[in-house]
């Protein structure tokens, strides 16, 4: 079974939409969401391009701001600060990869983290970590994968998960969202030894390791769910592009052993934008 990501983000848009209706309606503020995007990196400029058309769609008003690569250190934390103490921004989103020069940690840390929609501040990541505490937000990616897994009637309890990868922005929240599910949790990265045989012992498999089709389908048990987070381009002439996108797993090996799996595209890419969504209305709700 594929787990249509695409459609599961438009029930998630529709619902924003509807309660940003109804807050308008009631005479409540607009949410509005602030991208900061600086240099001219394509992959960035779609993805920013993206979020601010699924913000028009749903209702949240979007503030960009696009600024050259020479931007120095001081003035993009000006723009954060700036940023901050406007009330009609309810959440920041600064894109990246930043360029070389710029101090991606100092930036990310000034974001307030009741604006923090990335769910990227420190602070925001910490309690995420600490039994019995909540973060104002979670990172939208795996944020996205616990709502796929919720939609296929997955069991966490008690499940065996394993996450490829280690990142900050989805390896590590991750685990720790599957933790808080009570699922037993490996994270496993490229240094780790017996890789194939530590991903076979998956009941969740999520692959967030920026490897086109590293996953072979023998690395996967016999009915495990797997979420495929990455986005790998790989050449291909018959394409317009030259190019088509893969993802970290080899999909059609994996589909024939897996109980469900996401495509890529059409996976987890559209969740990731639909909880963006959800974050920043969640921002404005609990700024009144």
């Known amino acids: 079974m594929y787990i249509d990501g695409k459609a599961l983000a438009t029930q998630v848009r529709d619902e924003i939409k509807q309660t940003i209706d109804k807050r308008i309606a009631e005479g409540k503020a607009r949410p509005g969401l602030a991208t900061v995007l600086i240099g001219e990196n394509p992959a960035s400029q779609t993805y920013v391009s993206a979020k601010r058309k699924a913000c028009a769609e749903v209702g949240i008003e979007s503030f960009a701001h696009e600024l050259p690569a020479s931007t120095s250190q001081a003035e993009v934390e000006a723009l954060v600060r700036q940023l901050n103490e406007n009330p009609t921004v309810h959440g920041i989103l600064v894109q990246l990869p930043l360029p070389d020069h710029l101090n991606e940690k100092a930036i990310l840390d000034l974001i307030s983290i009741e604006k923090d ?26 944020q996205g994968v616990m709502e796929m897994l919720k939609s296929t009637n997955t069991p ?111 996976g987890v890419g559209p969740m990731t934008i639909a909880m963006l969504l959800k974050n920043t209305l969640k921002a404005a709700e609990a700024s009144e």
């Not at 769910?119 to 939208?140: E, Q, T």
């Not at 966490?156 to 720790?176: C, D, F, H, K, Q």
């Open 156 to 266: 966490l309890e008690g499940a065996r998960a394993v996450v490829l990868g280690r990142s900050n922005i989805v390896g590590i929240p991750m685990a720790l969202l599957l933790i808080n599910a009570n699922a037993t949790v490996t994270v496993a990265h490229s240094r780790t030894k017996n890789l194939p045989e530590v991903c076979r012992e998956a009941d969740v498999l999520i692959a967030a390791v920026g490897r086109a089709q590293m996953v072979k389908g023998d690395w996967v048990k016999p009915g495990a769910v797997v979420i495929d987070v990455g986005t790998n381009r790989v050449d291909d002439a018959s394409k317009k592009s030259g190019f088509r996108l893969v993802g970290d797993v080899d999909t059609e090996a994996a589909a024939q052993v897996a109980s469900a799996i996401s495509p890529v595209p059409g």
């Open 117 to 142: 929609v990335d769910g990227f501040h420190p602070l925001n990541m910490g309690l995420l970590a600490m039994k019995g505490r909540k973060p104002h937000f979670v990172a939208c990616t795996p």
